[in-house]
C-alpha cells in the first residue's frame, strides 16, 4: 500500500496562539507553564486533524516556540558563550539566543539569523568551535513522541540531520582561523546517537531526518562524512528516512542511494525532474522512496491527476509499498487552513489548500495510488478534477496590454541615462546631503494606535477620509521627529503599510488576499503573503499621495519608498501556471510608472527595497545565471526611467553576496543600504574586494531586537566600515525594520546614531 506524509506543520495555531503566548510571555504576561500549555494544546489539534485527515506519517518534534534550528541547538548544548552565566532560566536563554535581551542588567545581542535556503523562514545560525561541548540538553524527539502518543496520535519524529547542523552553521569568533563546524561531526555523532536510541526505546518506529543541504552544490564533496555518519545512526536509530527538499539531488544522488537508510524523500514540487534519476538510483536497493507531491511552499490546490501521473513512474518500479505521498517539504511555510478564510469568493476558494488541506490532498493521492476502491475517494478525486479545470479556465484570461508591454521591453528602458559617477555630481548639489548623511530603511514604529486605526477601517468603524486623516497626522509626527533628532534623508514613516508587499498587492490588479494566511518569517514574526492570481497591472498612483504629503511638510528631502519587483513576487505566493520571471516583469512595469510619477511629484530620491534578491537565488548554481539575468532586469526596469537628478536607493537585508557581487553592481542603485550589523564585516569586504563604486548604507545597529545600542558602540562600528570603505560612499543608517519596534528605543538609538555621523564628519 502506498502511504501518507507530512514533513512538518505550521507552529502558529489556526488562531495565532503560539505567536499571541510567546510574545505575552516575552511581555511578562504569562508564566513560562503558561505558554508550554498553549503550545501543547496547539501541538496537540495539529497532531489530531492531520491525523483525522487520513495521513499515516504525522510528524513531531518539528514544532518551536521560535525557530526549529535554534531548538535543535539548545538541546545539543551548542549555546555561545555570551549567553551563558547570566542567571536565566534555560527558556530565557534560548530567546535570548534568538531575540536578544536586555533587561536587569543584562544586556546581549541576538545571535545572526540567516534565511532558510530559498524561502523567507529565518533560521538561527548555530555558532561552533573546537571547544563545543556537545551533550544531551533534553531530547526534545523523544518528548514531543510521547506527548503525541499521550494526545492518541503515532508519530513519526523530526529530527535535523547532523550533516546539515553542522553545515548550516559558522564557526564561533573564538574559533580558530580556518575551523571548519563539519570537523565536529565525529564529537556529535554519539549525542545523536543518544538521542534516536532513545527515540527507539520510546517506540518510533521511524525517524526523520532532515538533510536538505543534500539539494546544495556544495554537498557533493561530503560524500564521505554524510556515508561515515550514517552508517554509524543507522545501526541504533529507528527506521531513517533521510528527507531533502526545495531542490534536486543531482548527482549527490549517487552516493545518497548507498547509504544505509530506510527510506528518502525527494521534492517533486521544485524538481520533478529528478524522479526517474532517484528511482534508477535506488531501484535495487530496499529504499522506500518519499515523493513530495504536494507543495510545502505554495498554496495552489495539486493537481491531482498530474501528481498521480507522476507517483506511477514509482509505484511501477518500485511496488505499493516503496512509494509513500508527502508534501514537498515542510508545512512551514504555508498557512494553517482554508477553513478560517470567509473573504475568498468560493471561486477563489477553490483554487487553493493551505496545510490542513494538503494534509487531506496526501491522504487522497496516496489512497488512489493503493487503488482504493472507497467512494469518499473517487469523490475527492472528481471533485479536485472539476476545482483544476475550473482554475485552468480562469489562468487562460490575460491582460492582453501588460502582456505587451512586457514583449516590447528594450535593452536601453533598463539603463539610467547617465554613469553613476556623473549622477553623483548632480545629484549632490540637487539633494545636497551633507557628509555621511544620515537615513533610515523606511518605516518607523508600527504602534498599537496604528494597527487599531487599520482594524478600525477594516470594519468600516472608519471612513477612508478618518483612517487618511489620522495617517497624515502619523507621516507628520514622523517627521517632525527626523527633524528633532537630526536625521538628513527623511522617510514618511510607512505608517499607511500593513505590510511592505501586500500593501503593493492592494494597490495592483491581479493579487487575491486572505485574512488569516500568516506564515513564520523569524520568531513570532509572521507574514500574510498576497497571491499573485493573474497578470499584475497599476490601476493608479500607490504611494505618491503620501510621499508628496510627506515632503510638503519639510524643507528635508524625502526619500519615496517602494519594494521592488523581484521582493513582491518572492514574498507572495506566486502563480504556477506562468513564468516567475513573466510576473517579474509585470510587477516591474508597474513600479516604473509609480518611480517616474514619484519623480514628478518632486521626490528627490526612491528606495526600492530588493531584500528577497538574494533569497530568490536558485539553490543550484547551474540555474543562477537564468535567474539573475531577470531578476537584475527587473529592478533595473523598475528604477530606470528617471532623470541623472533622482538618487535611486535599493536595501538588501542580510544578503551573502561573495557570489553574486557582479549582479548587485549591476543593479546600479546610487545608493544600497544592507544589514550588516550582525554578519560583522566580511560583507563590506566584499564591496571593497570588488571595487564597489556607488554609495552604501550598511546597517549600523541591528533592529531586530529591542535593545539600544550605545554611543560607543556606533563609532566603533563606524570606525571599522571606514577601514574599509572610502568616507565618500558611506550613509549612515540602522538596518532595516522599525516598524517592528517601539519609540522609545527607536528614538534612543536614532540619537546615538545621529551622535555617530557627527562624530565621523569630525574625525573623518
Ligand atoms: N522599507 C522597509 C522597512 O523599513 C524595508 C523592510 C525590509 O527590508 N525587510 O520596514
Ligand atoms: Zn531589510
Not at 561541548?133 to 533534553?138: A, H
Request: aromatic share 8%.
Amino acid at each position: 500500500m502506498v502511504l501518507s506524509s507530512v514533513l512538518g506543520f505550521p507552529r502558529i495555531g489556526a488562531n495565532r496562539e503560539v505567536k499571541k503566548a510567546v510574545e505575552a510571555y516575552w511581555a511578562g504576561k504569562i508564566s513560562a507553564d503558561d505558554l508550554t500549555k498553549a503550545a501543547a494544546e496547539v501541538k496537540k489539534a495539529s497532531w489530531s486533524s492531520v491525523k483525522a485527515h487520513g495521513v499515516d506519517f504525522i510528524p513531531s518534534g518539528e514544532f518551536s516556540l521560535y525557530d526549529h534550528v535554534l531548538d535543535h541547538s539548545a538541546a545539543f548544548n551548542v549555546i555561545p558563550k555570551r549567553y551563558v552565566g547570566l542567571g536565566l532560566s534555560p527558556l530565557d536563554v534560548y530567546f535570548a539566543i534568538g531575540r536578544g535581551r536586555q533587561a536587569d542588567g543584562v544586556d546581549v545581542p541576538a545571535s545572526e539569523m540567516k534565511k532558510w535556503f530559498d524561502s523567507n523562514y529565518h533560521f538561527v545560525v548555530p555558532e561552533f568551535s573546537e571547544e563545543t561541548d556537545f551533550k544531551l540538553n533534553f531530547n526534545k524527539a523523544v518528548e514531543e513522541f510521547k506527548e503525541a502518543k499521550a494526545a492518541g496520535v503515532t508519530t513519526r519524529p523530526v529530527v535535523l540531520g547532523p550533516v546539515s547542523f553542522l553545515v548550516l552553521g559558522k564557526a564561533a569568533k573564538d574559533a580558530a582561523p580556518g575551523f571548519q563546524p563539519i570537523s565536529l561531526l565525529p564529537k556529535l555523532l554519539p549525542i545523536y546517537n543518544t538521542l534516536l536510541a532513545d527515540l527507539k526505546a520510546a517506540g518510533a518506529e521511524w525517524v526523520q531526518v532532515d538533510e536538505p543541504i543534500l539539494v546544495l552544490d556544495s554537498a557533493a564533496s561530503l560524500e564521505k562524512e554524510f556515508t561515515a555518519a550514517y552508517t554509524e545512526l543507522a545501526s541504533i536509530a529507528p527506521k531513517i528516512l533521510l528527507t531533502t527538499y526545495f531542490a534536486r539531488l543531482d548527482s549527490n544522488i549517487h552516493f545518497v542511494a548507498k547509504l544505509p537508510i530506510a527510506g528518502l524523500h525527494i521534492d517533486l514540487d521544485r524538481a520533478p525532474g529528478q524522479l526517474q534519476e532517484v528511482v534508477d538510483a535506488i531501484k535495487n536497493t530496499d529504499i522506500v522512496l518519499s515523493l513530495g507531491l504536494v507543495s510545502g511552499r505554495n498554496i495552489w490546490k495539486t493537481d491531482f491527476d498530474a501528481a498521480i501521473k507522476l507517483a506511477k513512474v514509482a509505484v511501477e518500479a518500485l511496488g505499493q509499498d516503496r512509494v509513500i505521498v508527502a508534501t514537498s517539504s515542510s508545512l512551514l511555510h504555508t498557512p494553517v487552513t482554508l477553513a478560517n478564510e470567509k473573504k475568498l469568493t468560493e471561486e477563489q476558494k477553490d483554487w487553493f489548500s493551505f496545510a490542513l488541506e494538503k494534509a487531506e490532498e496526501v491522504a487522497v493521492i496516496a489512497a488512489v495510488l493503493s487503488d482504493s476502491q472507497d467512494a469518499k475517494v473517487a469523490a475527492a478525486l472528481e471533485a479536485n478534477k472539476v476545482s483544476i479545470t475550473k482554475r485552468r479556465a480562469f489562468e487562460s484570461n490575460s491582460d492582453d496590454t501588460v502582456r505587451k508591454r512586457v514583449a516590447a521591453i528594450t535593452p536601453d528602458q533598463l539603463e539610467r541615462r547617465s554613469p553613476f559617477a556623473v549622477r553623483k555630481e548632480v545629484q549632490a548639489k540637487h539633494i545636497n546631503l551633507p557628509k555621511f548623511p544620515t537615513t533610515t530603511i523606511g518605516s518607523f514604529p508600527q504602534t498599537k494606535e496604528i494597527r487599531v486605526a487599520r482594524a478600525k477601517l477594516g470594519k468600516n468603524e472608519l471612513t477612508t477620509e478618518e483612517y487618511e486623516e489620522f495617517i497624515k497626522k502619523e507621516v507628520e509626527s514622523v517627521v517632525r521627529f527626523q527633524e528633532r533628532i537630526g536625521l538628513d534623508l527623511l522617510v514618511h514613516g510607512e505608517p499607511e503599510r500593513n505590510d511592505m508587499v501586500q500593501y503593493f498587492g492592494e494597490h495592483l490588479h491581479g493579487f487575491v488576499f486572505t485574512q488569516n494566511a500568516w506564515v513564520q518569517s523569524y520568531g513570532s514574526r509572521y507574514v500574510r503573503p498576497p497571491i499573485i492570481v493573474s497578470d499584475v497591472s497599476r490601476p493608479g498612483p500607490i504611494t505618491v499621495k503620501w510621499s508628496s504629503y510627506a515632503q510638503s511638510l519639510t524643507q528635508k528631502p524625502m526619500k519615496g519608498m517602494l519594494t521592488g519587483p523581484v521582493t513582491i513576487l518572492n514574498w507572495s505566493f506566486p502563480r504556477a501556471d506562468v513564468s516567475r520571471e513573466l510576473q517579474s516583469k509585470q510587477l516591474a512595469l508597474a513600479l516604473r510608472d509609480e518611480v517616474i510619477d514619484l519623480e514628478k511629484a518632486g521626490i528627490n530620491a526612491i528606495q526600492v527595497d530588493e531584500p528577497a534578491i538574494r533569497e530568490g537565488l536558485p539553490l543550484r548554481r547551474a540555474d543562477w545565471d537564468a535567474y539573475l539575468k531577470w531578476a537584475v532586469d527587473s529592478f533595473k526596469l523598475a528604477t530606470a526611467g528617471v532623470t541623472d537628478q533622482l538618487q535611486t536607493h535599493s536595501h538588501f537585508c542580510y544578503s551573502d553576496f561573495d557570489d553574486i557581487f557582479p549582479s548587485i553592481q549591476r543593479l546600479d542603485a546610487d545608493v544600497i543600504s544592507i544589514e550588516a550589523s550582525k554578519a560583522d564585516m566580511k560583507l563590506l569586504n566584499t564591496f571593497k574586494h570588488y571595487g564597489y563604486s556607488n554609495q552604501i548604507g550598511p546597517g549600523v545597529y541591528d533592529i531586530h531586537s529591542p535593545r539600544v545600542p550605545g554611543a560607543q558602540e556606533i563609532k566603533d562600528r563606524l570606525k571599522s566600515m571606514l577601514d574599509i570603505l572610502p568616507d565618500s560612499l558611506l550613509f549612515v543608517n540602522p538596518d532595516c525594520g522599525l516598524k517592528t519596534r517601539g519609540w522609545k528605543e527607536t528614538e534612543a538609538s536614532l540619537i546615538n546614531l545621529v551622535d555617530g555621523a557627527k562624530w565621523a564628519r569630525e574625525n573623518y
